[in-house]
């Protein structure tokens, strides 16, 4: 019985060494620390497949990404998306909203991360002019207070 405590405590000795170790490490680290943005950095999400919405009209297609634009999962994304829908969706070619949909087919970190210039964005969206818009959008740089807008503030979109 004895060797059998002295052989678990030595277990158990070896396990806080390591654990002082590694008890420096957060476990939790935060989306934006540096931390974060280096695991990802070098990182490319595979997209999933598209889906192709056969005879979706220009109206029907903006009405889609308003609502995708502000239903995406998190908050800081939320935020700036839709609020860059309101302003710019009613000013967008039919091809700019097609690009714009592609663009909400990347995963929500990645197109906030690119938006507020802490990730680089991979090469099919480095110089795009919608992504210089999203991030002028994002920089908000007149001090705007941005809420959440209405999904029917206009029925335009």
Known sequence: ??????RHSRRFLGSRALLRRYSTADPFILP?????TEQIADKETPL???IHRENET????????????RKRGMLEG????????????????????M???????????????????K?????????????????????NEGKVVRMMPGLHQDKGV
């Not at 998306?81 to 969706?89: I, M, R, Y």
């Not at 990347?106 to 210039?117: F, G, K, L, V």
């Not at 919608?130 to 920089?139: I, Q, S």
């Open 99 to 117: 690009e714009y949909d592609r663009l909400l087919d990347e995963p929500d970190w990645d197109i906030y991360y690119w938006a507020i210039e």
């Open 48 to 50: 999933p497949p598209r």
């Open 119 to 139: 990730k680089p964005p991979p090469e099919r969206w480095a110089n795009t002019e919608l992504l210089k818009k999203l991030r002028v959008h994002a920089r």
């Open 78 to 97: 939320d935020l700036i998306l839709s609020t860059f829908a309101a302003e710019q969706l009613p000013l967008m070619s039919e091809a700019e909203l």
């Open 58 to 69: 220009v109206s029907a297609l903006r009405a889609r990404l308003v609502y995708q634009s």
């Open 32 to 36: 934006l620390s540096r931390e974060a």
């Open 1 to 6: 019985m004895a060797s059998h405590i002295i």
